[in-house]
């Protein structure tokens, strides 16, 4: 979509949840695995937040960067550049598998001829 923080915005809620509440405070994977691609002090504000039932807050505390390292999000022509690195990543086996949602059928159309 043309309204790029809109598209992030579910991004944002999904990665609140698991970053900031799944496992203990500390054991919990998706927590330490934003940590150590670099972003230390957003996951332990994000976990800080979600366990003290600021699920908004947290999700807000989320940053684009972040968002936009584990998701192609926005308009078709973003994506596609953003898919360049992801290709990158897999040659490298940095990435093996990437979970597709989509809003339209015409959304996923468009994934897969940026894809296939």
Not at 47 to 58: N, T
Request: proline residues 4%; hydrophobic residues 45%; charged residues 25%.
């Amino acid at each position: 979509g043309n309204n790029l923080d809109a598209c992030r915005q579910p991004v944002r809620e999904r990665l609140a949840l698991y970053i900031g509440g799944m496992g203990a405070p500390d054991k919990n994977f998706y927590n330490d695995y934003a940590q150590s691609i670099g972003y230390e002090a957003a996951a332990a504000e994000v976990q800080r937040l979600y366990l003290s039932g600021k699920y908004r807050e947290a999700a807000i505390a989320v940053p684009d960067a972040l968002v936009d390292d584990l998701a192609l999000v926005g308009p078709r022509d973003r994506i596609s550049a953003q898919l360049d690195r992801w290709r990158e990543a897999a040659a490298k086996r940095h990435i093996s598998a990437m979970a597709v949602t989509a809003p339209t059928i015409d959304d996923v159309h468009m994934l897969a001829e940026l894809i296939l």
